[in-house]
Protein backbone atom coordinates (compact mmCIF):
# COMPACT_ATOMS: atom_id res chain seq x y z
CA UNK A 1 0.00 0.00 0.00
CA UNK A 2 1.62 3.59 -0.36
CA UNK A 3 0.00 7.18 0.23
CA UNK A 4 0.43 9.62 -2.23
CA UNK A 5 0.64 13.34 -1.12
CA UNK A 6 0.91 15.95 -4.46
CA UNK A 7 2.57 19.26 -3.34
CA UNK A 8 3.63 22.58 -5.97
CA UNK A 9 0.28 24.00 -7.25
CA UNK A 10 -0.37 27.70 -7.48
CA UNK A 11 -1.76 30.41 -9.55
CA UNK A 12 0.75 31.09 -12.52
CA UNK A 13 0.27 33.36 -15.35
CA UNK A 14 0.05 31.92 -18.74
CA UNK A 15 3.54 30.83 -20.90
CA UNK A 16 5.08 30.16 -16.93
CA UNK A 17 6.31 27.39 -14.97
CA UNK A 18 5.68 24.62 -12.40
CA UNK A 19 6.83 21.62 -11.02
CA UNK A 20 4.76 19.70 -9.32
CA UNK A 21 5.95 16.75 -6.73
CA UNK A 22 4.44 13.58 -5.32
CA UNK A 23 5.90 12.24 -2.41
CA UNK A 24 5.51 8.34 -1.39
CA UNK A 25 4.67 6.75 1.82
CA UNK A 26 4.72 2.85 2.37
CA UNK A 27 5.56 0.94 -0.29
CA UNK A 28 8.47 1.87 -2.93
CA UNK A 29 6.96 3.36 -6.24
CA UNK A 30 9.28 1.51 -7.97
CA UNK A 31 6.89 -1.89 -7.84
CA UNK A 32 4.22 0.74 -9.56
CA UNK A 33 3.88 2.34 -12.74
CA UNK A 34 3.60 6.15 -11.93
CA UNK A 35 1.92 8.91 -13.45
CA UNK A 36 -0.55 12.48 -12.78
CA UNK A 37 -3.94 12.88 -13.87
CA UNK A 38 -5.85 15.70 -13.53
CA UNK A 39 -9.53 16.88 -13.25
CA UNK A 40 -11.11 20.40 -14.39
CA UNK A 41 -14.25 21.51 -13.25
CA UNK A 42 -16.87 20.77 -15.99
CA UNK A 43 -14.82 18.09 -18.13
CA UNK A 44 -13.72 14.28 -17.57
CA UNK A 45 -10.52 13.01 -16.21
CA UNK A 46 -7.57 13.23 -18.03
CA UNK A 47 -4.14 11.13 -18.14
CA UNK A 48 -1.77 13.43 -18.62
CA UNK A 49 1.62 11.91 -18.16
CA UNK A 50 2.57 8.17 -16.83
CA UNK A 51 5.29 5.67 -16.60
CA UNK A 52 4.45 2.79 -19.15
CA UNK A 53 4.90 -0.73 -19.76
CA UNK A 54 8.32 -1.67 -20.82
CA UNK A 55 9.17 1.83 -18.66
CA UNK A 56 8.24 4.20 -21.37
CA UNK A 57 6.41 7.27 -21.00
CA UNK A 58 2.96 8.37 -22.44
CA UNK A 59 1.96 11.91 -22.60
CA UNK A 60 -1.22 13.26 -23.65
CA UNK A 61 -1.34 15.02 -26.88
CA UNK A 62 -2.30 18.61 -25.04
CA UNK A 63 1.01 18.94 -22.85
CA UNK A 64 3.38 16.80 -25.34
CA UNK A 65 6.83 18.78 -25.34
CA UNK A 66 6.08 20.82 -22.28
CA UNK A 67 5.40 18.73 -19.32
CA UNK A 68 7.59 15.93 -18.38
CA UNK A 69 7.68 13.52 -15.77
CA UNK A 70 10.33 11.94 -13.50
CA UNK A 71 10.62 9.71 -10.36
CA UNK A 72 13.39 9.89 -7.76
CA UNK A 73 13.30 6.29 -6.31
CA UNK A 74 16.16 7.27 -3.29
CA UNK A 75 13.21 10.06 -2.39
CA UNK A 76 10.40 8.17 -2.75
CA UNK A 77 8.84 11.02 -5.29
CA UNK A 78 7.36 11.58 -8.86
CA UNK A 79 7.69 15.19 -10.41
CA UNK A 80 5.71 16.74 -12.92
CA UNK A 81 7.48 19.64 -14.53
CA UNK A 82 5.78 21.95 -16.14
CA UNK A 83 6.16 24.43 -18.95
CA UNK A 84 4.58 26.88 -21.53
CA UNK A 85 1.50 27.02 -19.22
CA UNK A 86 -1.94 27.82 -21.07
CA UNK A 87 -4.88 28.77 -19.50
CA UNK A 88 -6.75 25.31 -20.43
CA UNK A 89 -3.74 23.51 -18.14
CA UNK A 90 -6.44 24.97 -15.04
CA UNK A 91 -6.99 21.98 -13.03
CA UNK A 92 -6.76 19.47 -10.00
CA UNK A 93 -3.71 17.84 -10.59
CA UNK A 94 -3.23 13.78 -8.86
CA UNK A 95 -0.33 11.72 -9.08
CA UNK A 96 -1.35 8.27 -9.24
CA UNK A 97 0.28 4.18 -8.34
CA UNK A 98 -0.94 1.71 -10.99
CA UNK A 99 0.13 -1.97 -10.69
CA UNK A 100 2.97 -3.73 -12.34
CA UNK A 101 3.78 -6.83 -13.48
CA UNK A 102 6.89 -7.47 -13.78
CA UNK A 103 7.59 -4.90 -17.43
CA UNK A 104 4.06 -4.51 -17.71
CA UNK A 105 1.94 -2.00 -15.99
CA UNK A 106 -1.65 -2.60 -15.75
CA UNK A 107 -4.70 0.00 -16.64
CA UNK A 108 -5.75 1.93 -13.65
CA UNK A 109 -4.39 3.50 -10.77
CA UNK A 110 -5.23 1.77 -7.47
CA UNK A 111 -3.85 4.49 -5.37
CA UNK A 112 -3.59 8.23 -6.05
CA UNK A 113 -3.75 11.44 -3.67
CA UNK A 114 -5.80 14.28 -2.84
CA UNK A 115 -4.51 16.38 -5.61
CA UNK A 116 -3.09 19.81 -6.04
CA UNK A 117 -4.39 23.03 -7.43
CA UNK A 118 -2.77 24.69 -10.38
CA UNK A 119 -4.61 27.60 -11.87
CA UNK A 120 -3.18 29.22 -14.86
CA UNK A 121 -4.32 33.16 -15.70
CA UNK A 122 -4.24 34.35 -19.21
Known amino acids: QVKLVETGGESVQSGGSLRLSCSASGDAISIYCMGWFRQAPGKEQEGVAN???????TYADSVKGRFTISQDNAKNTVYLEMNSLKPEDTAMYHC????????????????YGQGTQVTVSA
Open 51 to 57: FDTDDTT
Open 96 to 111: GAAVRVGRRCLEGYVY
